[in-house]
């Protein structure tokens, strides 16, 4: 595609819930990031893959966060038993490149709301 | 640890004004340093990737330096124009060329016209 996609944009929750955010990266992408957002900060980061492994999840703020790649295209990431201090803008990003040496492009973010 | 600042955490300026915005990082065994810039709502633009072999870059009216050795990085902004308002962040990698970015909490830039 022409650009990094993500959905959905706008994401309400009761808490406890499961939601399931998705990013489909620009074609060809082999690296594929998570950030998380919170309000007035900078983006803060979750997990990497490259191709359909994920490399680094050291980021993911606790067991309910879960996220794969299985076909190294799509990535979804999962959040179950959604609390209040998960609300945040979930970003997503892709670079062509295996290492980091190259342009980062990042999708408009699933804002998320867990009410 | 990285960690990165960015000073001041928001700028307001009249149209037509150059300035410059600040960004410092702790560890400066990087392999280069992005500037972003993010709209109200909106996920992240590059604007520019600096490798560390490089001392500047440039694309139009911006301009982006690194110092690895003072640990700084600041994003100059010829001409400022109302369209340029926007967050603007830096991001380093936390080590080396890890692919995982450590970002500042940005500077919030209004150009007033």
């Known amino acids: 595609g022409a650009g990094v996609s993500q959905s959905p944009r706008y994401k309400v929750a009761k808490r406890g819930q499961d939601v399931a955010l998705r990013c489909d990266p620009i074609?060809?992408?082999?690296?594929l990031f998570w950030y998380q957002q919170a309000l007035g900060q900078g983006p803060e980061f979750l997990t990497y893959f490259q191709n359909e492994a994920q490399l680094d999840k050291s980021g993911l703020p606790s067991d309910r966060f879960f996220a794969e790649r299985p076909e190294g295209s799509v990535s979804t990431l999962k959040i179950q038993r959604t609390q209040q201090e998960d609300s945040a803008v979930y970003l997503c990003?892709?670079?062509?490149?295996?290492?980091?040496?190259?342009?980062?492009?990042f999708g408009e973010g699933s804002r998320l709301t867990v009410l | 640890k990285q960690e990165v600042t960015q000073i001041p955490a928001a700028l307001s300026v009249p149209e037509g004004e150059n300035l410059v915005l600040n960004c410092s990082f702790t560890d400066s065994a990087i392999y280069n340093l992005q500037w972003f810039r993010q709209d109200p709502g909106k996920g992240l633009t590059s604007l520019l990737l600096i490798q560390s072999s490089q001392r500047e870059q440039t694309s139009g009216r911006l301009n982006a330096s690194l110092d690895k050795s003072s640990g700084r990085s600041t994003l100059y902004i010829a001409a400022s124009q109302p369209g340029d308002s926007a967050t603007y962040l830096c991001a380093a990698p936390i080590q080396g060329g890890s692919e995982k970015l450590v970002f500042g909490k940005g500077t919030k830039l209004t150009v007033n016209p």
């Open positions: 990003a892709s670079t062509r490149l295996a290492e980091l040496t190259g342009e980062l492009f």
């Open positions: 074609s060809g992408h082999v690296s």
